[in-house]
């Protein structure tokens, strides 16, 4: 018999990746208020209505449907013991033909950081999109002073690319990037 397909859950030592649902927005909406002043300087300004109740139901449904259609993985991080909503990571922009890519952003709320919680969350999506998603390439941005990115990204084995100018409009304003990738088959050695 045909039944409805499992919800997509992926899980590490500590955490547990899903979709968001609408029964997160209040949880997602004081991460965001609360981490304002911190994640502000990483991120493109946000729209007026961004942490509505409607702006996130838009969000949910955009999620959802982007899983479905295998455009994108937007995924809420949550602590597996207590289901407290930590941040969220994305697989975006997902090609596929000859291509088999996509581009990985994430934040984490700042009670969170700095305990390994976003390299694990990494690893365990670029573990999802190398196997279930059979994706040969998985690529990061970030700015050049941003250290903690670029510690998460390099732990997590993505290896430098090189820059792209003008590559994201961060907190208003063109910015540059340096440009990461992990491989499936990496043969590029270490660094």
């Known amino acids: 018999m045909f039944g409805r397909a499992r919800p997509l859950r992926i899980e590490s030592e500590r955490l547990l990746l899903r979709l968001p649902r609408i029964e997160d927005h209040v949880?997602?909406?004081?991460?965001?208020?609360?981490?304002?002043?911190?994640?502000?300087?990483?991120?493109?300004?946000?729209?007026?209505?961004?942490?509505?109740?409607?702006?996130?139901?838009?969000?949910?449904?955009?999620?959802?449907?982007?899983?479905?259609?295998?455009?994108?993985?937007?995924?809420?991080?949550?602590d597996k013991s207590d289901e407290t909503l930590m941040g969220a990571i994305t697989l975006d922009n997902i090609q596929r033909g000859p291509a088999q890519f996509a581009t990985i952003g994430y934040w984490m709320g700042q009670p969170f950081i700095r305990n390994g919680y976003m390299q694990e969350a990494v690893r365990a999506t670029v573990a999802h999109a190398f196997g279930r998603l059979d994706l040969s390439r998985v690529q990061a941005g970030c700015l050049p002073e941003n250290a903690a990115s670029r510690r998460v990204l390099e732990k997590s084995g993505f290896k430098y690319e090189g820059v792209a100018q003008n590559y994201l409009r961060i907190a208003g304003e063109w910015r540059t990037h340096v440009l990461y990738a992990a491989l499936r088959e990496d043969r590029r050695g270490k660094g």
């Not at 838009?58 to 993985?73: I, Q, V, Y």
């Open 27 to 78: 949880a997602w909406a004081k991460l965001r208020i609360d981490g304002e002043n911190y994640l502000a300087p990483w991120e493109p300004i946000r729209s007026r209505d961004h942490l509505t109740r409607g702006a996130f139901r838009t969000r949910c449904t955009w999620a959802a449907r982007s899983a479905r259609d295998d455009k994108a993985l937007p995924l809420f991080i949550f």
